[in-house]
């Protein structure tokens, strides 16, 4: 079965300018989560999505952040506009049931903002 | 603040022997910790969940306790080998209701032939 894919793998851009990462979770996987790291720091949770809906966005930094999944199926994270403490890695995560007991994670997109 | 602390001095060990890893936990109460292998440019990957009733589990050559008592999750790779050199994450959850994972800083081990 195909895995959670992330695109881009790398994204390279100035402050200010506006960066979309797409996540596309396994197929049938109504879960979807975006985690991020920064350098140094642990990987932390920014929000989950139930199908369409946020079930918990408690970790959105600010309101430059904007996630999306529209049908339920792949989801968008943008930032608007990035500043220099958004580089890290951005993971995005798919499970089959809302208890997360096992998350499978895509290979994450490393964005740099410079 | 909540708190998952993994010990952040990275682990060498010879091949063959049993790699043990430390995951402690401060002002927080888990349900469940988890444990993720990561390897350099890819995502996590699950390896074990257990859960706060359960005292050990275990898959293959990899065990993992929980002990609540000493807000501790050990996490052992027995004979071990160089395909195991990665760095591995300690993650927990609240409550079976929410998919939230809190992760440690992860340990990296370095399994040397």
């Known amino acids: 079965e195909a895995g959670v894919t992330q695109f881009p793998s790398h994204s390279v851009i100035e402050k200010g300018q506006t960066v979309t990462l797409r996540c596309d979770p396994i197929?049938?996987?109504?879960?979807l989560y975006w985690y991020r790291r920064v350098m140094g720091k642990e990987i932390k949770f920014l929000l989950h999505?139930?199908?369409?809906?946020?079930?918990?966005e408690s970790g959105m930094p600010n309101n430059r952040f904007l996630a999306e999944r529209t049908g339920g199926t792949y989801s968008t994270l943008k930032v608007q506009p990035a500043e220099l403490e958004d580089s890290g890695v951005y993971f995005c995560?798919?499970?089959?049931?809302?208890?997360?007991?096992?998350?499978?994670f895509g290979s994450g997109t490393q964005l740099s903002v410079l | 603040s909540q708190k998952i602390e993994q010990n952040s001095e990275a682990l060498n060990i010879q091949e063959g022997k049993t790699a043990t890893l430390t995951c402690n936990y401060t002002?927080?109460?888990?349900?469940?910790l988890q444990w993720y292998r990561q390897d350099p440019g890819r995502g996590p990957v699950f390896l074990l969940l257990?859960?706060?009733?359960?005292k050990e589990k275990r898959k293959e050559r990899l065990k993992v306790t929980f002990d609540t008592t000493l807000k501790q999750s050990l996490f052992h790779i027995t004979a071990s080998q160089p395909a195991d050199s990665a760095t591995y994450l300690c993650?927990?959850?609240?409550?079976?209701?929410?998919?939230?994972?809190?992760f440690g800083q992860g340990t990296t081990l370095q399994v040397k032939p």
């Open positions: 993650a927990a959850r609240r409550s079976s209701n929410t998919g939230k994972l809190i």
């Open positions: 197929s049938g996987h109504d879960n």
């Open positions: 995560a798919s499970s089959q049931d809302r208890t997360g007991e096992k998350l499978f």
């Open positions: 999505f139930v199908k369409e809906s946020k079930q918990d």
């Open positions: 002002n927080y109460s888990p349900a469940y």
């Open positions: 257990i859960r706060e009733n359960e």
